[in-house]
């Protein structure tokens, strides 16, 4: 029986890109060859070895059945950065770098802020600010140890330094203050049909949804803040892009000032916070 070679480089994208999105196509087959993009356009005449095209076809078949390519990869950019990726946490988000340019211009000035990052996930913001900000003093939380393993990886393969604790939000901060919280929570509505497609169907559930409006953990984290912030330090939480006028609404009732609301790159207010002035 005659055996059919494995095809070329032009060849397999080919028919990879009859099953999935291009960009994915390339991106897969970049973490099968552990090559960049250039040699897939200056080479595509180079013919696969047997093993890396039946690793190959098995990535496009997952990423076919709705497997997110963070996941099927193994890492995903933030802020300029490859982040290691696991199904223990939340895949990071464009969306979430407003968090990190907040932080960063609200505390441009301070020389050694005290940052608490609350559901750290892959610790992608924690350790973007501590990179970001030198002499930053990052805390991040998150009550998952399959993920803080995840997080604590990342600070170490990026040369990072943050304190990590296991914590249901702020049960294990015992009397801490900090003058920043940040936090990108489940915001998601339990019963949203969103849950059932795409990438967040194979995410931790317990990082998306969070109650009948999506907005119990963003209350949770607003009424306990104020025992954990100095005064005039900040909160900033990220949320869904319908929740923005909710949320101001759960600062306003928490005693916070400054109350404001930021918009993403797509124009959606995607972030709020405010200033707490300091009367707990």
Not at 122 to 137: F, M, N, Q, R, V
Request: charged share 20%.
């Amino acid at each position: 029986m005659t055996t059919i070679p494995p095809p070329d480089i032009a060849a397999a994208l080919a028919w990879a890109r009859q099953c999935i999105d291009h960009m994915d196509a390339r991106v897969l087959l970049r973490h099968v060859l552990q090559c960049p993009a250039s040699r897939l356009v200056a080479w595509p005449e180079q013919q696969l070895e047997a093993e890396d095209w039946a690793q190959y076809r098995e990535l496009v078949e997952r990423r076919e059945a709705g497997e997110p390519v963070a996941y099927l990869t193994g890492e995903r950019e933030f802020y300029g950065r490859a982040f290691m990726i696991t199904p223990a946490v939340l895949i990071p988000r464009p969306d979430t770098e407003l968090l990190v340019e907040l932080a960063l211009a609200h505390f441009a000035g301070v020389q050694r802020p005290r940052v608490l990052d609350m559901g750290t996930g892959s610790g992608a913001l924690a350790i973007t600010l501590a990179l970001e900000h030198d002499g930053a003093d990052v805390t991040a939380l998150d009550r998952s140890r399959e993920a803080l393993w995840v997080a604590m990886g990342n600070a170490a393969r990026l040369g990072a330094s943050v304190s990590f604790v296991q914590s249901d939000w702020f049960g294990g901060l015992g009397d801490e203050r900090f003058q920043l919280i940040v936090s990108n929570p489940p915001y998601i509505a339990a019963a949203d049909p969103h849950l059932e497609q795409g990438d967040l169907r194979f995410e931790p559930r317990t990082a998306l949804a969070a109650g009948p409006a999506g907005l119990d953990d963003l209350a949770e984290i607003v009424a306990g803040a104020p025992v954990h912030l100095e005064a005039n330090g900040w909160l900033f939480l990220e949320h869904g892009y319908d929740q923005a006028s909710a949320v101001r609404g759960l600062l306003a009732d928490g005693g916070f000032a400054s109350i404001a609301s930021w918009k993403d790159l797509a124009g959606i207010e995607r972030v709020s916070g405010g200033r707490w002035l300091g009367r707990a």
